[in-house]
């Protein structure tokens, strides 16, 4: 079970990333073009991305243990978490404020909306930074084997 968890999180990662910066590129046409369909895709999207986001956070939590026996500094992994929670946070408060103003914006909330949500996929870009430092840098969820002798009477 914790293998498959293991490659759960990285496959669930990508959803929020992509789900989140497109809602705040739509929400950005949106302030351009003034297009009612933008602005409800834009909210869609950030439902879907925070639920992905859900997932990838709790997937995350789940094989936490795994990296940190497999020799990760837990200080690291704490540090893509930390970033991935604030990223979680700031972006469930700009839905809570979503649904509070029933997706409609005057110019002075939607300028705030739009710098909050910049802020946003900063900080969402600083978790996908560490968490891929944590895999290619000190090879967080990659299977070690032992290296293949080379064939004899080959080349070195």
Known sequence: MDRLLQHLHPML??????????????????????RDSLREGALWLLILGLLGGI???????QVEDL?????????????????ALVTMGLFAAL??????????FGPATLTVYLVLA???????SV???FGGNLVYEHGAGVLHTAPIAPLAGSAQ
């Open 118 to 124: 910049v802020v946003g996929v900063g900080t969402l």
């Open 55 to 61: 997932g990838s956070v709790w997937s995350g939590f």
């Open 95 to 104: 839905l809570a404020g979503r649904l509070f103003l029933r997706n409609r």
């Open 127 to 129: 978790a996908g930074y």
């Open 67 to 83: 990296a940190e026996k497999a020799g990760i500094a837990e200080s690291l992994i704490e540090r893509h978490e930390t970033w």
């Open 13 to 34: 990662v990508h959803f929020p990333i992509a789900l989140l910066m497109t809602s705040v590129l739509f929400d950005a046409a949106c302030a351009i073009f003034k």
